[in-house]
C-alpha cells in the first residue's frame, strides 16, 4: 500500500530554506502533524503581488471559451483568483515556477480558473469560493520539487521516474501544511490524483466534493494544454469525453464530472440531470503516449 515515503533529499522552497530534511516519512499522519503545529503567517491577496496579470491567461484561452463565455462570467472568476490571500512566500513559489518557464505556473492558473467556474455553477459567488480557488492554484506545487527533465519527456515514464512523480501529492501536501497550517489546499494537494481509489497515494476517507472539483479541473486543465508526450492538446470536448469515459470506468467522480459538463454547456438547468452518452464528437492529439501513473505496489519506507 502506498501511503508512505521517505524523502530522498531535502525539501528546499523557494527562499532556499529547507521544509524537511532527507529522510522525513511523509505520510498524511505526518502531514497532519505538520499542519497541527504550523504558524501561518500573514495573508497577502494575489491581486497584489506580481502574479496578478497572470489571471487573464486562461480566461481569454480560445480552449476555455465555453466556460468563459463573456465578460460578465470573466470578471466573476477573475475576482474570485484576485481574492486568493496567500503567505508571500507560496506567491514567491509561483513565481519561481514562471521565471523557470515551468508549464505547472499556467497548470496552476488554468486549474484554478476552471474550478471556479465550476463552483460557480452550483453556489455562485460564495463567500468560500477564494479559499477553495487557493486550493486549486496550489493543488500541484509537489511538482516544483521534480527534476525538470521528466516535465520534458516525450516516452513513458520509467518505473523509478513514475516513483518520482507520484511522490508529489505528499511532498506538495506537506510543504502546504508546513506554510498554511489546516487548508483545503493540503488536501488537494494530497488527494488530486485519487481517481476514486485507482490513483495515488492511497487515503484513510474519500476526499469531499470540493476536492474532486479540483481534481477534475486539473485532469482538465492537463488534457487542454501542451505537452511533450502527445502532438497536440486536446479541446475542450475532447477533454472532457476522456473523463466522461473515466467517469464511466469508475476512476473519476461522475457527479463532479457531470458539474464540468454541466459548466461547459453554459450552467443552465441542474447538473445531476446530466446523462453521460458514449459517442464522443471532440478532438483529440494523433499521438499520444501518456499513461497514468501506474500506483505503486508497496511505501517507500
Request: proline share 7%.
Amino acid at each position: 500500500m502506498f501511503d508512505r515515503l521517505i524523502l530522498p533529499e531535502d525539501l528546499v522552497d523557494a527562499r532556499g530554506e529547507v521544509i524537511a530534511a532527507r529522510g522525513v516519512v511523509l505520510s498524511p499522519e505526518s502531514i497532519a502533524d505538520a499542519a497541527a503545529a504550523a504558524r501561518p503567517g500573514p495573508r497577502i491577496p494575489l491581486a497584489d503581488t506580481g502574479l496578478a496579470a497572470d489571471v487573464a491567461a486562461p480566461l481569454h484561452d480560445h480552449a476555455y471559451r465555453h466556460l468563459f463565455p463573456d465578460g460578465g462570467t470573466k470578471d466573476a472568476v477573475r475576482r474570485a483568483i484576485l481574492a486568493i490571500r496567500l503567505p508571500s512566500a507560496l506567491f514567491e513559489e509561483l513565481l519561481a515556477l514562471r521565471r523557470a518557464a515551468s508549464p505547472i505556473h499556467g497548470h496552476a492558473f488554468a486549474t484554478s480558473a476552471v474550478a471556479v467556474r465550476m463552483l460557480f455553477s452550483v453556489v455562485g459567488e460564495a463567500r468560500g469560493v477564494p479559499e477553495l480557488a487557493a486550493a486549486a492554484l496550489l493543488h500541484d506545487l509537489g511538482m516544483r520539487f521534480l527534476p525538470p527533465r521528466l516535465g520534458r519527456l516525450r516516452e513513458r515514464l520509467g518505473d523509478d521516474e513514475a516513483l518520482r512523480v507520484a511522490a508529489h501529492p505528499f511532498v506538495g501536501a506537506y510543504h502546504l501544511a508546513r506554510v498554511l497550517g489546516e487548508h483545503p489546499a493540503v488536501s488537494a494537494a494530497l488527494g488530486h490524483h485519487w481517481r476514486c481509489g485507482q490513483g495515488y497515494p492511497n487515503l484513510r476517507a474519500e476526499p469531499t466534493r470540493s476536492m474532486e472539483v479540483v481534481a477534475v479541473a486539473s485532469a482538465f486543465a492537463a488534457l487542454t494544454q501542451p505537452r511533450p508526450f502527445r502532438s497536440a492538446a486536446y479541446d475542450a470536448r475532447g477533454a472532457a469525453d476522456v473523463l466522461v469515459s473515466e467517469a464511466i470506468e469508475g476512476q473519476a467522480d461522475a457527479n463532479t464530472v457531470k458539474l464540468l459538463v454541466h459548466a461547459l454547456r453554459g450552467g443552465a438547468g441542474d447538473p445531476r440531470a446530466i446523462r453521460f452518452g458514449r459517442e464522443r464528437g471532440g478532438h483529440g492529439p494523433d499521438v499520444n503516449r501518456h499513461a497514468h501513473v501506474a500506483v505503486p505496489a508497496r511505501s517507500h519506507v
